[in-house]
């Protein structure tokens, strides 16, 4: 089956730091990549959409320069929160999409700014 | 018109019993709608899908019921159990249009023994 692989699954960074965060099909290659965000309690809000070699899409509301997002092959899509805050904390999903496997996501990142 | 309702927010059933989720939406372009379980500190996996032209669908103990009249379908989860204990949610895109999910918001559900 579709296997996608997200790290880290936890990181904690300092105020004011960058952190990325990775997403790999392992055996499939993904037309598109999505990114989301969740809360606790809530569901997952989209943030942006990526085609390879393309520049994202990104959903209304969500800073593009904040969450810079590259979608460097049909395998790879990378999240870099940037110049990070306490009110980024959040988990944070990836899901990529193929023709033959439809959606599959990520096992997600928590990521906690102190 | 973008949206899509999931209740309720929350269910709890016995062992044994039928759990059902029911969503809504208004958007008549969606032609795919996924069911996805979520355990804490996971992402979503996919249970079961379905395109609006089947009615119901089945695999195993879950069931999607789909009214495209009504603009509804439903997931049922047959002989609970506490392993179900999970958020569920249901989500809906369009497929030549990007393919983005739009995801309904949710439903904790306890599978009580």
């Known amino acids: 089956g579709a296997v996608v692989s997200q790290h880290p699954s936890w990181v904690i960074c300092k105020s004011g730091t960058s952190v990325k965060i990775e997403c790999r099909s392992l055996?499939?290659?993904?037309?598109?990549m999505f990114w989301y965000r969740q809360f606790p309690k809530q569901s997952l809000m989209l943030m942006a959409t990526?085609?390879?070699?393309?520049?994202?899409?990104?959903e209304q509301g969500v800073e593009k320069d904040k969450f810079l997002i590259n979608h460097a092959s049909l395998t790879l899509s990378t999240l870099t929160v940037t110049s990070a805050h306490p009110e980024d904390s959040s988990f944070y999903i990836c899901?990529?999409?193929?023709?033959?496997?439809?959606?599959?996501f990520g096992s997600g990142t928590r990521l906690t700014v102190v | 018109q973008q949206q899509v309702k999931q209740s309720p927010q929350s269910l709890i059933v016995q062992k044994g019993g039928i759990s059902i989720i029911n969503c809504a939406y208004e958007n008549t372009a969606f032609d795919y709608f996924p069911w996805y379980q979520q355990f804490p500190g996971k992402g979503p996996a996919l249970l079961i899908a379905i395109r609006p032209d089947v009615s119901e669908k089945k695999e195993g103990r879950f069931t999607i019921s789909f009214n495209k009249s009504a603009k509804q379908f439903s997931l049922h989860i047959m002989d609970s159990q506490p392993g179900d204990s999970a958020t569920y949610f249901c989500?809906?895109?369009?497929?030549?249009?990007?393919?983005?999910?739009?995801f309904g918001q949710g439903t904790e559900l306890s599978v009580k023994p």
């Open positions: 899901s990529a999409r193929s023709r033959g496997y439809g959606y599959t």
């Open positions: 055996d499939f290659q993904a037309t598109t």
């Open positions: 989500a809906a895109s369009i497929d030549n249009q990007g393919g983005k999910l739009i």
């Open positions: 990526s085609n390879e070699g393309s520049k994202a899409t990104y």
